[in-house]
């Protein structure tokens, strides 16, 4: 099937004072109808700035540069400007679930009134409120609140049902489960399955490794602003290929449970060759070269040692 998203060359640099913000460098991804596509990777890696890149939200000292293409009507997100970006885009053929939905759910109208609106703005019944609050499990009794009378699992879950209203066929979930107990996570992240299996592409980003395994269907791990891997769900899960892969599944509490020692580097300092060599176990000579393909690793793992 045809891609629905095609990212290539991503990158988006923040100027500061006295230095630049290296945020997303050179990223390359594909997410086709049908499909859930999550990005992982720790805080700081870079994965919220690649989704307000895709959307047009990133704040003035940003530079983005690459290409988004979106197909069926097809438009480069990093070129169409605001304009098109807010009368065609968001809602309509990308939603966001952002990250942190508290602080930016509007908060001079209750819930009801904001799903309502916002339904109705999609050219749907505004009276499906509470159908579509349910389904993203929020109890329509809690739509007669204003967003700053919600709980963060709350303000969560109606960021999701206003990223649903117009059923677009790309969703972007910024750490969707963030706040959420675990019934809800699983609700939620079954809820954004469903979208996919009804033919809607998915990209979830999260920090989260068992919620990507539970629903993803292909898993790009992000280091310091770049793809380090990029594979099948299940081939990921069983036997990654990057050393940094393989430390964020041993981090994850039924496997070994141990973090990964040390922190990701400085984005306005990172070294000319890998990234994660100052945190690296196989780490050689020749990582002072910056490593690519789709595991970008100069020694990865392999068969037997994968999950050693
Ligand atoms: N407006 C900004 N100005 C400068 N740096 C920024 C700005 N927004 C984000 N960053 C930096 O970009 C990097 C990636 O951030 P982010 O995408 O939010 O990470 P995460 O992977 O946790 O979502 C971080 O180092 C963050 O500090
Ligand atoms: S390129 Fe070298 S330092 Fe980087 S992850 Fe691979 S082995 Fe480790
Ligand atoms: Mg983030």
Known sequence: MTDLLTI?????????????????????????????????????????????????????????????????GPVD???????????????????????SPATSLTGVRRGRRLLAETLKAHGRDPGLADHVAEQAGLDPADLHRYPFELSGGMAQRLATA????????????????????????????DLLRSRC????????????????????????????????????????????????????????????FRPIAGHPPMLTALPEGCAFAARCDRVTAACARRPTGTVACHHPLTGAEVLA
């Open 8 to 72: 290539s060359g991503l990158t988006v640099r923040f100027q500061l004072r006295d230095a630049v913000v290296e945020a997303v460098t050179d990223l390359d991804l594909t997410v086709r109808p049908g499909e859930l596509l999550a990005v992982v990777g720790e805080s700081g890696c870079g994965k919220s700035v690649l989704a307000h890149a895709l959307l047009g939200l990133l704040p003035a000292n940003a530079t983005v540069t690459g290409r988004a293409h979106l197909a069926d």
């Open 77 to 99: 997100l990093l070129r169409c400007g605001e304009k098109t970006l807010a009368k065609t885009i968001r809602g309509r053929r990308i939603g966001l679930i952002p990250q």
């Open 162 to 189: 206003l990223a649903l209203a117009g059923e677009p066929p790309l969703l972007i979930a910024d750490e969707p489960t963030g706040g959420l107990d675990r019934p809800l996570v699983e609700h939620t992240l």
């Open 197 to 256: 299996d009804g033919g809607a592409a998915v990209l979830l980003i999260t920090h989260d490794l068992a919620a990507a395994e539970r629903v993803a269907d292909t898993v790009a791990v992000m280091y310091a602003g770049r793809i380090v891997e990029h594979r099948a769900a299940d081939e990921f899960f069983r036997g990654p290929g990057h050393p940094y892969s393989r430390g964020l599944l041993n981090a994850l509490p039924d496997r070994e």
